[in-house]
Structure formats: structure tokens, C-alpha cells
Nanobody, 123 residues
Framework: EVELVESGGGLVQAGGSLRLSCTAS????????VGWFRQAPGKEREGISC????????FNADSVKGRFSISTDTAKKTVYLRMNSLKPEDTSDYFC????????????????RGQGTQVTVSS
């Protein structure tokens, strides 16, 4: 089955860090732009970090710039999201996904997404 599976979420205090992982099965990540988006209850989805394999460039939304970083390990078929200096407003469900391009990554118009992992930041 073609799928993405996230892990690494949890409860952390404000100012803390987490690293989320997203492992792909039966697909080649390098064929896509990969990224992370989040969605909190009652809020719209927000594209936050994207990686373009064609250019090797990363892109981050203003809300997470300087705090979050996306990286990949193609040998492990895994995409990571390193989250530092977490804030209570970062509390959300986090999803990884594949996209056609970076613009669609930030619009959260994905081909495939995982089931999500929950991040809760306490104040």
C-alpha cells in the first residue's frame, strides 16, 4: 500500500523541541515536493514547511520561520520536521504530504497525506 506514516508527536512545554518523522512506503519521495502542514481543531489547514527535491531548497511559512526546519533522508524514505522554540499556538495535528510543486505545498493541495501526529505545547 502506498502511504505516509508520521510519528514523533507528543506533549512538550513551551520553549521545547520535537522532531517529527514521516516515512514513505511504496513511493519515491524524490518524485515530489514534500512538506508538512498542520490543522488545529476549528482552524484551517496551514502549510508550514516544504522541500523541493529538484532544487534542494526548503521553504517555511512566516509563522514557523527560524524555528522549524524540514529535512529528508532518501535512503530511509523519511521526511523530518525539526521544531524548536515551540509555542502553545503550535498545538495542532501535523501531517506530511506529497505535492506537485511548492505553491501547492503551501496551499495544501496534496497528492497524498499521512494520518497525522498530534503535537501539544503547554504554557
Amino acid at each position: 500500500e502506498v502511504e505516509l506514516v508520521e510519528s514523533g508527536g507528543g506533549l512538550v512545554q513551551a520553549g521545547g523541541s520535537l522532531r517529527l518523522s514521516c516515512t514513505a512506503s511504496r513511493l519515491t519521495l524524490e518524485d515530489y515536493v514534500v512538506g508538512w502542514f498542520r490543522q488545529a481543531p476549528g482552524k484551517e489547514r496551514e502549510g508550514i514547511s516544504c522541500f523541493d527535491f529538484n532544487t534542494g531548497r526548503t521553504f517555511n511559512a512566516d509563522s514557523v520561520k527560524g524555528r522549524f526546519s524540514i529535512s529528508t533522508d532518501t535512503a530511509k524514505k523519511t521526511v523530518y520536521l525539526r521544531m524548536n522554540s515551540l509555542k502553545p499556538e503550535d498545538t495542532s495535528d501535523y501531517f506530511c504530504a506529497t505535492y506537485e510543486n511548492v505553491a501547492e505545498c503551501f496551499k495544501v493541495l496534496y497528492y497524498l497525506r499521512g494520518q497525522g501526529t498530534q503535537v501539544t505545547v503547554s504554557s
